[in-house]
């Protein structure tokens, strides 16, 4: 009996990044092709000789070509499946398009460590000479001025102790002229003469300033206390109670400039009884720390 050779026949469609369609003939002719596509898959008689069945054959390859599109596009707009990262650089981290670094966290040790600035200026263990001159602002009948002298040893960066003398000089003010002139009113007098005691001093504010363009300046705030005697022109030795404070500027390591206000309390004895007076002292002037230089005792 006769038998018609089978052909086979490939072909190859390609329709975006669809891939490739394949139909084909075998050689055996019990066996149909088979049409593959990214999706679907149907095999078609490709053996039968009749017309209508090469109708059907094209219409199903017609149909395949015409799903393939709108499935690959569903596929494409399905979220990606659980632990799929599609595009580097979003959800997960990948190669490319990394976020920015997180701040790295300091160590045991950084955060322990604390670095400090040392003193520009060391007071413990020196001498501080300060010389001043003021004015007594308490007396209108006499106008007064004063030098003083004040010696202090600094027992630590914020406490010293020392001696303190100043000596006056008094005249009498318009206000007095007027007052016996004019009005012919002669009140009681006391002129201060000299004051001497001691005192404990305080730093209670320290810090650092700049001016324009030149170097850092140091100063500090200091409190006084302390008590002696104080002589008049009607009393030798009157006991005396002494509260200031002062603001201390330095220029070099060895020399500052002092601004103090003082106020010797002491009670005084006039003809009409006795009285307490508020001697208010305001003076400025220069301290010198010996010796001038000093060391550090550990290492910057």
């Given amino acids: 009996?006769?038998?018609?050779?089978?052909?086979?026949?490939?072909?190859?469609?390609?329709?975006?990044?669809?891939?490739?369609?394949?139909?084909?003939?075998?050689?055996?002719?019990?066996?149909?092709?088979?049409?593959?596509?990214?999706?679907?898959?149907?095999?078609?008689?490709?053996?039968?000789?009749?017309?209508?069945?090469?109708?059907?054959t094209l219409l199903g390859v017609l149909a395949s070509l015409t799903a393939a599109p709108r499935v690959a596009a569903e596929d494409a707009d399905a979220?990606?499946?659980?632990?799929?990262?599609?595009?580097?650089?979003?959800?997960?981290?990948?190669?490319?398009?990394?976020?920015?670094e997180a701040p790295t966290p300091p160590s045991d040790l950084e955060s322990r460590v604390r670095i400090l600035q040392q003193r520009p200026i060391l007071k413990a263990g020196r001498f501080e000479l300060a010389l001043a001159g003021g004015a007594s602002i308490a007396d209108v009948m006499h106008d007064q001025v004063s030098a003083s002298a004040v010696g202090r040893f600094h027992i630590s960066e914020s406490v010293a102790v020392g001696a303190t003398w100043s000596q006056y000089f008094a005249q009498t003010s318009e206000v007095f002229d007027t007052v016996t002139g004019d009005l012919e009113v002669y009140p009681e007098l006391s002129t201060l003469r000299w004051y001497a005691g001691l005192e404990a001093a305080f730093v209670m504010l320290d810090g650092k300033f700049k001016l324009f363009e030149s170097g850092i300046g140091y100063w500090d705030l200091q409190a006084f206390v302390g008590g002696g005697v104080t002589a008049t022109s009607r009393s030798d030795a009157l006991p005396t109670a002494m509260v200031g404070a002062g603001l201390r500027v330095f220029l070099t390591r060895w020399l500052a400039l002092t601004l103090e206000a003082r106020d010797h309390l002491y009670v005084e004895s006039f003809a009409a009884g006795s009285r307490l007076v508020n001697n208010v002292v305001g003076q400025g002037g220069l301290a010198i720390f010996i010796p001038f230089g000093f060391d550090y005792t550990f290492p910057k």
């Fill in 1 to 56: 009996m006769y038998q018609r050779p089978h052909v086979g026949i490939k072909l190859r469609v390609r329709f975006g990044s669809l891939t490739a369609l394949r139909v084909a003939h075998l050689d055996r002719p019990a066996q149909g092709g088979l049409v593959y596509g990214p999706v679907t898959r149907c095999a078609v008689d490709c053996m039968t000789e009749t017309r209508p069945s090469r109708i059907l």
């Fill in 79 to 100: 979220p990606p499946a659980d632990g799929e990262n599609l595009e580097p650089g979003v959800g997960e981290e990948g190669d490319e398009g990394e976020g920015p």
